[in-house]
């Protein structure tokens, strides 16, 4: 899992960006300034249910690209969750021209925000705005508004996550199929899993002493 400790110096996005070294830091503003000017605007959703349809397009539009799909999530299922969790529960979007681009969903548990599913418009991407990007220091924003002191951000595309200073950390998987001589086969499948290493990276400003 990538996680971000959060710094309990931070009170807002702003002081998170306060703390990157400068080129990490012009980065975040120059995506910032690609999507302000494209006319797109960061926002959160009140009621995922009244854009459930767009945003299970978005989301599709992800998970069909991704390699290993094990489950699909049905249109209710972010509306439902929203309902579910309350404030617990945040949809981060971006919007241009009133259309949505991208969202990405944040689940709060306890002092822990997770970065949870994420969908954006392919072809947007492939205007060259970075839809993804924003949209993960989005879910910054949140874990600090909320005070957690962790963000979970998973463990898929590593190499920007560890850009915003997220660090690898090992995840334990209890799994117990219905027939129990399954067990041992799994847990030789799961054993055999590979996964990529996490880059180092060291985007924050280096503190004094």
């Known amino acids: 899992d990538m996680v ?3 710094d309990p110096g931070w009170r807002t996005y702003d002081d998170y960006l306060g703390a990157l070294d400068a080129k990490y830091r012009r980065n975040s ?6 999507l302000v000017q494209a006319g797109c605007t960061l926002e959160t959703l009140p009621d995922p249910s009244a854009e ?5 397009q978005l989301y599709l539009q992800v998970h069909r690209n991704a390699s290993l799909q094990l489950v699909t999530l049905p ?3 972010l509306p439902g969750l929203a309902r579910a969790l309350g404030g617990d529960f945040s949809c981060n979007v971006i919007r241009r021209n009133g259309t949505l681009l991208g969202f990405v969903s944040v689940l709060r548990d306890r002092n822990t925000a997770i970065g949870y599913y994420i969908g954006f418009d392919r ?7 970075p839809v993804y990007l924003r949209l993960l220091h989005s ?5 600090i508004g909320w005070g957690c002191t962790s963000l979970s951000l998973g463990r898929t595309a590593l190499e920007p996550k560890a850009a915003l200073g997220a660090k690898p950390q090992p995840l334990s998987v209890w799994m117990r199929h219905r027939v129990p001589a399954m067990n041992w086969v799994l847990g030789g499948l799961l054993g055999a899993v590979t996964h990529d290493e ?6 924050f400003k280096a503190k004094a002493g």
Do not use: N
Not at 123 to 129: I, K
């Open 4 to 6: 971000l400790s959060i």
């Open 75 to 77: 249109e209710g299922y």
């Open 139 to 143: 879910t910054i924003g949140t874990a």
């Open 52 to 56: 459930s349809a767009r945003l299970h």
């Open 123 to 129: 072809e947007a991407a492939a205007e060259g705005l």
């Open 198 to 203: 996490a880059p180092a990276r060291s985007p």
């Open 29 to 34: 503003k120059d995506q910032l300034k690609k």
